[in-house]
RNA sequence: GGCGCGUUGGUGUAAUUGGUUAACACGCCGCCCUCUCAAGGCGGAGAGUACGGGUUCGAUCCCCGUACGCGCUACCA
């Protein structure tokens, strides 16, 4: 059984660098199905130091995106930028303590396509790092520009226990002399992530593992600042197929979490897809096989030992409409919409029809038993949310105001010319029917094919296009019921100009 | 360049921490069902576990090396 400690407090801290994106998004969902587990707190925090690139807009999406998945946070949203008078209270101290020291170099200007071989040719000892503290008072009274920065030790090395990747440790002969404050007084993300984990009381640092290595540094200061290092769960990242990065830029929408919103996916679908996205259950043999989770059960059944080490590829195909993004996720969304309880799924519906301008309240009075009954039968082919609109635009609109598919226009209707007077004739023959029902319509439209000689198929699928404008949908007399005689009628008797 | 992390079918994951014909799901193919498309049922192709060495009676699992990928290495986060 998971381990119930309330004392646990565990955040997620995204900078608002751009939306929400699907790495976020699990990093977020991990750290809150840990912290609903074992009944502690789950904190957002906007990393939002690097005012540059930060702005109100990405916040709010990234608001959005949590709300939309139902991460409900306990604290927060807390602004880094709020603190930076303690961060700079942070340095100072480490200043103080020795721990840190000013460093008078001008800066440098870095070129980005060469900062890494420019780098690798300075790893040097910092002339200012033995700097009398006299001196270094004078030159700083006196006005001369500084950062600060760490004074990393000279021998030994820095460990911790990951939770996911175990032991690591790092020669501090690896670690540079990290800057903490800038010359302007601007403190940088190691320093401040640490002294808000510090001040906000996280217990779990649990975040993607682009910052395993940082995590050293982190250590270095958590131990200088006199504060006890939290437990560490690193996750693996989320590639592109190409085993690429999976950047805004070169994937667009597609790593947006508002995208998925926008296009129809249930968030219970999405987030049962991110859960299995760099981990299993532990639990159970034969639950092994289990991939469809609710919440609850994520929540019960989450382990931070089920984390898996190695990245996970985002499988999606650019430019393929109908799979426009992971097709896992796809059949997810789907088997959520088609499996889910009725009542969970309408509203959803209730929404979608809203926007798409389909929305009646009687749905939800006198015709609600219809209402249902016509979104079970969309649910089947559903996809996504979206298809409520899509495909069933026909059921909910009178007269002929939906699209007729050329496609199926051609396939059904115009290949054969006696339909012109065919669907006509079958529509008088659905007039005299007193019970409009299934097997009435049935044995209507199987009469007048063979009174007239043709094959039902043929009557059948032209039907289901002069009556929805598609060629696929439900079982056509399903279909015919749920449309209602006068609609059906009306429409078989108008379409035949389309043959 | 340095340091670190990783590597099971196309993708996501399993495999009682050395003993399985390497399992499941998505996707793909075929058959059945059928008024279409799905769904559903049944079946199939697809990995000998990155590669090369060890250790062992026996390695997906332990050790070493190589390759590849990724991350960090900024007065970015």
């Known amino acids: 059984m998971p381990e119930v400690r309330n004392d646990v407090r565990v955040r997620f801290a995204p900078s608002p660098t751009g939306y929400l994106h699907v790495g976020g998004a699990r990093t977020a969902l991990f750290n809150w199905l840990y912290a609903r587990q074992t009944g502690g707190k789950f904190i957002l925090r906007i990393e939002d130091t690097d005012t540059q690139r930060s702005s109100d807009e990405m916040v709010r999406g990234i608001l959005e995106g949590m709300e939309w998945l139902g991460l409900d946070y306990d604290e927060g949203p807390f602004f880094q930028s709020d603190n930076a008078d303690k961060h700079r209270a942070a340095a100072q101290q480490l200043l103080a303590s020795g721990a840190a020291y000013r460093d008078f170099t001008p800066k440098q200007e870095r070129n980005d396509a060469t900062i890494k071989q420019d780098i690798a040719k300075e790893r040097v000892v910092n002339p200012f790092r ?140 999405f987030v049962n897809f991110l859960a299995l996205l760099g981990w299993a259950p532990q639990e159970g043999a034969a639950a092994k096989d289990q991939e469809i989770f609710s919440r609850d059960e994520l929540i019960k059944l989450f382990r931070l030992e089920g984390i898996h080490k190695s990245n996970a590829v985002f499988n999606f195909t650019e430019g393929d409409a109908r799979n426009w993004t992971d097709q896992k996720a796809l059949w997810m969304n789907f088997e959520y919409l088609k499996t889910w309880p009725l009542e969970k799924v309408l509203p959803y519906a209730k929404a979608e029809l809203q926007s798409a301008g389909l929305w009646k309240d009687e749905y939800e009075s006198e015709r609600r038993g219809w209402y249902e009954h016509v979104i079970g039968l969309l649910r089947e082919r559903a996809r996504t949310i979206k298809d409520f609109s899509a495909h069933g635009r026909p059921y909910f609109v009178d007269g002929l105001d939906f699209e007729f598919d050329p496609e199926a226009v051609k396939k059904n209707l115009s290949k054969d010319p006696a339909l012109k007077e065919l669907l006509p ?75």
């Open 130 to 269: 033995d700097l009398p503290v006299l001196e270094s008072d004078a030159r700083a009274a006196n006005g001369e520009p500084f950062v600060i920065r760490f004074k990393v030790p000279t021998e030994g090395k820095t460990q911790f226990e990951d939770a996911v990747f175990g032991a690591q440790e790092r020669d501090y002969h690896d670690i540079e002399d990290l800057v903490l404050l800038r010359s302007d007084g601007h403190p940088l993300y190691n320093l401040s992530v640490v002294c808000d984990d510090i001040a906000m009381g996280i217990t779990h640092v649990i975040r993607g593992q682009d910052h395993l290595s940082n995590t050293h540094k982190q250590v270095l200061i958590y131990q200088a600042l006199g504060a006890k290092v939290p437990v560490f769960a690193h996750l693996p990242l989320i590639l592109a197929p190409n085993k690429g990065k999976l950047s805004k830029r070169k994937h667009g929408e597609i790593v947006s979490v508002t995208t998925y919103r926008e296009r129809g996916f249930l968030p219970d679908a």
């Open 425 to 499: 004739g079958l529509a008088e023959a659905f007039v005299p029917l007193t019970e409009f029902t299934h097997e009435s319509a049935e044995a209507a439209l199987r009469a007048f094919a063979e009174a007239r000689g043709v094959k039902a198929g043929l009557l059948i699928n032209a039907t289901r296009t002069a009556l929805t404008g598609q060629a696929v949908g439900p079982s056509l007399f399903e279909l015919v019921v749920a449309i209602g005689q006068q609609r059906a009628v009306e429409r078989l008797r108008h379409t035949a100009s389309l043959v």
